[in-house]
C-alpha cells in the first residue's frame, strides 16, 4: 500500500542528504549519458565521412566516458542503499519504492531523474547498437573492395574453398584514394 501526502512522514536530515546525493549522482549520470551520445555522434560522422582515422580517438573518449558512467553507476547503488536505510525500509528497494515513502514533491523530483536517465541509457545503447552494425557493414564493405580488387590486379579469378578468390603471385601495387 502507498503512503499517501497526509500519512507521509517528513524526511530526516539524514534522509534529506542521502536523496541530495542520489539526485546529484542521477545528475551527473544523466550528463554523462549525454555526453556519450555526442560521442556517438561524432563516430558516426567520422565513419559516413570515412575519417576513420579519428574513430580511435573518439572510442578512447568513449571508453573514458563509459568507465566513469560505470564508477557513478555504483556509487548510485550504494546512496541508494543509503536513502532507504535512512529510510527505514530495505536497502535493496528500487527508485519507486523509495519514492513511494517521500513527500511527493521530493518524489517526483526523483522518479522524473530516474526516468531520464533510464531513456538516456536506452538511448544510448540503441545508438551504440546502430553504430556497431554500420561499423561492421563498413568493414565488410571494405573487404569486398579489397577482395575485388585483389582478384582483378592478381589475375586468378579462381575462388578458393571459402569462398574468396585466390590470390596470385605477390602483386606490389598502391591506389591513391584521395583524389
Given amino acids: 500500500m502507498t503512503a499517501t501526502a ?23 549520470q ?28 573518439i572510442a578512447e573518449v568513449q571508453q573514458k566516458i563509459v568507465g566513469r558512467l560505470q564508477m557513478l553507476d555504483e556509487r548510485r547503488e550504494a546512496a541508494g542503499r543509503e536513502l532507504a536505510t535512512a529510510m527505514g525500509i530495505d536497502p535493496d528497494s528500487s527508485v519507486s519504492t523509495i519514492a513511494a515513502v517521500l513527500p511527493i514533491a521530493a518524489a517526483d523530483r526523483l522518479e522524473v531523474r530516474a526516468a531520464e536517465l533510464r531513456e538516456l541509457v536506452e538511448r544510448s545503447r540503441r545508438e551504440q547498437s546502430l553504430l556497431k552494425s554500420a561499423g561492421e557493414a563498413l568493414a565488410r564493405h571494405m573487404a569486398g573492395i579489397v577482395q575485388s580488387v585483389t582478384g582483378a590486379l592478381s589475375g586468378t579469378g579462381v575462388y578458393g574453398r571459402r569462398g574468396r578468390l585466390r590470390e596470385g603471385a605477390p602483386l606490389v601495387a598502391g591506389i591513391d584514394l584521395t583524389s
Fill in 6 to 28: 497526509s500519512t507521509r512522514p517528513r524526511p530526516s536530515a539524514a534522509t534529506l542528504a542521502a536523496l541530495r546525493g542520489l539526485q546529484e549522482i542521477l545528475d551527473t
Fill in 30 to 57: 544523466a550528463e554523462g549519458y549525454r555526453r556519450l551520445l555526442v560521442t556517438i555522434d561524432r563516430q558516426r560522422d567520422a565513419i559516413r565521412n570515412a575519417e576513420l582515422a579519428s574513430v580511435p580517438e
